[in-house]
């Protein structure tokens, strides 16, 4: 099917500091210019940003992944969208490919925040008509948002990349129930077997896990740990020795974010039985940090799909992350 032509007048497209690769492949699927974007500091360090493109009564994207600097990078994105709302934009999208602050979706301890939705309101504050985001860590934070909000999948680029695989005798485990609705789409899609670890968090960095849930993996020499995120590698490393212990001779790490803070990338492909490590490209990696175990996909046409749909006004149920 041919796809229609994104009206290049009407669109604005423009990309933070946190991921300029993705939003360049973004703009490309769709066939627009990537803008110009200025961005320097004071010298008391206050950030100073211009759009290079006017965006009078245009459509405005700004692709910004919440990644490390989380914090200057947060900032830099509510003054760009203060910028496109100040500067008369009909309607300004926020294409947010990695939220980081998901993760803070509930108040499990007294006196704190839960920073997703104290986020999500600063995005409308700072005018976002519009959220695009993918793989939220769960599934209440897309509540957060007072304003239209889609949070994709990136299932669809993972089937077509392991599809043409032999899969035969593999299970698909999930490192904690949390994320096994998600596991569980992702095992029906591939027609595997799922499942789940009983995960206890001690800590950010530490983690217990107490046995499985689910199918038996005794029997299964291959395992596929699918998980929305992976920072230090704590959980994985943990479930992955549990998995060993269990008779499985290989492992295939599956996540859409790969952060890999703190050692985790080399922590975990140092586990010889873990064969591969698969991430997407909502987090930048620099070439120099990679290692020879991974691989990355993009997810560019996910985002350039969703943006031609709203465009054209039609669903993007079957990109949608809680969908079938």
């Not at 692709?63 to 900032?75: A, E, G, T, W």
């Not at 304003?147 to 032999?166: G, Q």
């Not at 217990?208 to 995120?229: P, S």
């Amino acid at each position: 099917m041919m796809k229609k032509p994104i009206p290049a007048e009407e669109v604005r497209f423009f990309s933070g500091s946190s991921n300029k690769a993705l939003a360049s492949s973004i703009a490309s699927e769709l066939g627009v210019p990537l803008e110009d974007t200025r961005v320097s500091r004071f010298s008391n360090d206050n950030l100073y940003i211009q759009l290079g493109a006017s965006v009078r009564y245009r459509r405005v994207y700004i692709v910004q992944s919440l990644s490390q600097p989380v914090n200057d990078h947060l900032v830099e994105l509510l003054m760009m969208l203060d910028i496109a709302r100040s500067a008369a934009a009909s309607e300004v999208h926020a294409i947010i490919p990695y939220y980081s602050f998901g993760r803070s979706d509930k108040k499990d301890a007294p006196r704190i925040s839960i920073t997703a939705r104290l986020v999500a309101d600063l995005l409308k504050t700072a005018g976002a008509t519009h959220v695009m985001s993918m793989m939220f860590h769960s599934p209440q934070v897309h509540g957060f948002f007072a304003m239209p909000t889609d949070p994709l999948s990136s299932r669809p680029v993972f089937k077509k990349y392991l599809e043409a695989r032999d899969l035969s005798g593999s299970i698909i485990v999930s490192p904690d129930m949390g994320q096994a609705k998600s596991a569980a789409r992702f095992a029906k899609s591939l027609g595997l077997p799922i499942a789940a670890g009983n995960k206890e968090r001690v800590s950010d960095a530490q983690v217990r896990i107490n046995g499985l849930v689910g199918n038996q993996v005794r029997g299964h020499k291959r395992a596929l740990i699918y998980d929305d995120e992976i920072a230090t590698g704590g959980s994985i490393d943990e479930l992955s020795r549990l998995l060993i212990g269990e008779g499985v001779e290989d492992i295939l790490v599956v996540c859409t974010h790969g952060v890999f803070t703190h050692g985790g990338l080399e922590r975990l492909a140092a586990i010889p039985q873990i064969s591969e490590i698969v991430a997407t490209d909502t987090v930048y990696l620099p070439p120099e940090k990679r290692h020879p175990k991974l691989r990355i996909l993009s997810v560019a046409s996910v985002f350039a799909d969703a943006i031609r749909h709203n465009l054209s006004h039609e669903t993007i149920g079957d990109l949608f992350v809680f969908g079938e």
